[in-house]
């Protein structure tokens, strides 16, 4: 299942974090969304956006999960927040629960996925954030998967509303 | 039981010698601690080098090192406390948070040599630990005071009125101090961990040439925000491009500034608000030159004393563990066999 990527610009933090929350109202249990972007690009406002759209209560904060790797959130389901950065690729998954992330009954938020076997992942949404000038960011989502295809076709109807 | 078996009972308390252990993150270390406060032994095994070529931890590799060195860490303890394991009371082990396959190499060890040995243990808190490292240090706060807790993963402020007594007063709502300091060093092509390299890099630099952006977010609440400042660096780094190597030292000492002045403005708020005369600053941000100084200077000015624990208490240690956990057993906690470790939050 593939199709063109969704290109969304947005010129602040609040914009990124208010895109989050689109998709964290629609994702149902079991998604997958992979976050691609570099150092400081927003992809932990992205997912903090993300919480609040799946329900999970303002004064959880959801922080950087660099050093935990895996931070679980309680919204209307359980939103799991992975960080892959300080995996050097090809290691043990198994290691840090991984899987029961990946297929358990939450949506996974996962920042360098990059470091992951693409198969791992399975149906889900790929989603690019790249710096466009001062707080200004272009974010490109691409579908990988019937989910996926339902959860952007969800969105653009929305945004189309708007 | 008589007057006399209660006091020798006290008595047997206070002398108690306890093995502490700890493997929440990068560090495999083991430490015996004689009444809460006599270190007989300290010894870390640290896994930097090991991680160095990945810019991180990797817990795979992590947890296999655990593994390796958990019995040559603690029998290198005991032997340096002049101890055998028939003379240790009781054990202290970090429960969480921290990586769960790193705690489970610890908190399974401990668990199980607490029951050959038939001896009382205590799963403790990370967090608590580091808290409680400034009570080991020749000097010890008196209480209560204001503590700052900055390290690679957590960034809080408590305010401390008791030895196992912590209020959380705020927090990092996205970034952690030291995860800062490992990013930016990273994004400038240098090593881990980044705390000592961007420190050594600023202190050739000009802390006010560069001027990133402070969250100093509501100035009456006590949370921390780093990830706008990680983005400025950033930003700065990919418009320099060109002559970075000559901004290097610039970057690194006005993101270390940035970073100082936001900890110690909240820490020194939190004190005055909370009516503390004492601060104190634990965990492995506390190394940094640059923060030591300020608040040294500016303690001074506002006469308010400053506690820093000496610099190998700083880092991840056994000894803060024994510690903590001698004061929980002492208070007549003890952990259950059916505990287990936790990731992230402390359970209720």
């Known amino acids: ?162 | 039981m008589t007057g006399a078996g209660r006091r020798s009972q006290t008595q047997e308390m206070v002398n108690m010698i306890i093995l502490g252990i700890e493997t929440s993150c990068d560090e495999t270390a083991a430490a015996v601690v004689a009444d809460g406060r006599r270190i007989l032994s300290s010894v870390v095994s640290s896994q930097i080098d090991i991680h160095h070529p990945y810019g991180g931890v990797v817990p795979e590799l992590a947890s296999r090192k655990h593994i390796e060195a958990i019995v040559p860490v603690t029998t290198e303890a005991l032997s340096k406390a002049n101890l055998d394991l028939g003379q240790i009371d009781g054990i202290a082990v970090t429960q969480g948070p921290g990586l769960v396959g790193a705690l489970l190499v610890g908190f399974s060890f401990a668990k199980g040599l607490a029951r050959v040995l038939d001896i009382p243990w205590q799963g403790v808190n990370h967090l608590e630990g580091h808290l409680h490292s400034v009570f080991l240090g020749d000097d010890p706060p008196p209480i209560p005071f204001a503590a700052l807790l900055a390290s690679g993963g957590h960034t809080s402020i408590y305010r401390v009125s008791g030895v196992t007594r912590f209020e959380v007063l705020g927090q990092t709502r996205d970034d952690a101090a030291g995860e800062a300091f490992d990013k930016v060093s990273k994004m400038l092509g240098l090593g881990y961990p980044g705390g000592g390299v961007i420190g050594r890099l600023a202190g050739r630099g000009g802390p006010e040439r560069i001027r990133f952006p402070r969250a100093y977010l509501d100035r009456d609440r006590f949370d921390f925000s780093f990830s706008g400042l990680k983005t400025a660096v950033n930003q700065y780094i990919q418009r320099h491009s060109e002559d970075l190597a000559d901004r290097m030292a610039d970057i690194a000492a006005g993101f270390q500034e940035a970073v100082v002045d936001v900890l110690v403005e909240k820490l020194f708020r939190a004190a005055e608000t909370t009516g503390c005369r004492h601060i104190a600053v634990v965990g492995g941000v506390a190394a940094n030159g640059r923060l030591r100084e300020r608040l040294a200077r500016e303690g001074a000015l506002k006469g308010l004393s400053v506690y820093i624990p000496p610099l190998d208490l700083c880092g991840d240690n056994a000894a803060m563990i024994a510690a903590i956990g001698y004061h929980h057993l002492w208070e007549g906690r003890a952990s259950g066999m059916s505990e287990d470790v936790y990731s992230r939050y402390k359970r209720p």
């Open chain 1, 1 to 162: 299942m593939s199709r063109a990527p969704v290109t969304v610009a947005t010129r602040s933090p609040d914009e990124t974090r208010a895109l989050g929350r689109a998709i964290g109202r629609r994702a149902r249990p079991g998604a997958i969304i992979a976050l691609y972007g570099d150092l400081g690009s927003g992809k932990t406002v992205f997912v903090q956006g993300m919480a609040r759209g799946l329900g999970v209560p303002e004064d959880c904060y959801v922080t950087s999960p660099t050093y935990t790797l895996i931070n679980e959130y309680p919204g209307r389901c359980p939103l799991y927040h992975v960080d892959l950065y300080r995996l050097a690729g090809g290691g043990d998954f198994e290691e840090i629960g991984l899987d029961d992330v990946l297929y358990g009954d939450g949506v996974a938020a996962v920042e360098w996925s990059e470091r992951l076997d693409p198969d791992l992942l399975g149906d889900h949404l790929a989603v690019h954030i790249a710096a466009a000038g001062g707080s200004r960011r272009e974010i490109r989502m691409s579908v990988h998967g019937p989910g996926a295809a339902i959860l952007v076709k969800d969105l653009e109807r929305s945004m189309k509303e708007q």
